[in-house]
């Protein structure tokens, strides 16, 4: 497969630089709310595995690693309902984080009952963090994958 066209974000470096420093502003949002870096890749993770975006799939699952997250979390992010190993704070961002992702799936896709548990362990500054993350998550993603951007690690033999 090849790419349809080059990324938006590099045909539009102003845009590029916005979501860039979005992505700034999140992260530092984050880091005064008490939120892991590894619960925000989790996240991203999950929304970019149902958005079916291979970009930030291997970009979230290398950064994850990267801020101290096992293999073998990662692997288990696509059924972290099942999987054992992620406290009840990371449950509620993922489902948060699915939710989000699939608003049209349901009528009611966010809803009181996920919005109150991820509430129960995250104060609404760190519940605006999340939810403009995942937002953020879900911009690239349909941005990577309209286009069919590939990720840049190795090709399939």
């Known amino acids: 497969m090849k790419p349809r066209m080059a990324s938006p974000a590099i045909i ?18 984050a880091e005064e709310a008490g939120i892991p870096r590894r619960t925000l890749f989790l996240m991203y993770l999950r929304a970019s595995q149902i958005n079916g975006d291979s970009v930030c799939v291997e970009l979230h699952s290398r950064n994850a690693m990267a801020a101290g997250e096992s293999k073998e979390r990662v692997l288990a992010v696509s059924a972290w309902r099942e999987a054992n190993g992620f406290d009840a704070a990371e449950r509620a961002a993922l ?15 966010v809803s009181d009952e996920i919005f109150d548990e991820a509430a129960r362990h995250f104060d609404e500054t760190a519940l605006a963090t999340l939810i403009a993350g995942i937002a953020t998550a879900n911009l ?18």
């Open 140 to 157: 690239w993603n349909r941005v990577n994958v309209s286009t069919r951007q590939l990720p840049a690690g190795p090709t399939a033999k």
């Open 95 to 109: 489902a948060l984080s699915e939710a989000v992702t699939r608003l049209s799936d349901r009528d009611n896709p």
């Open 12 to 29: 539009l470096p102003e845009v590029s630089q916005a979501l860039q420093a979005l992505g700034k502003a999140l992260f530092a949002s």
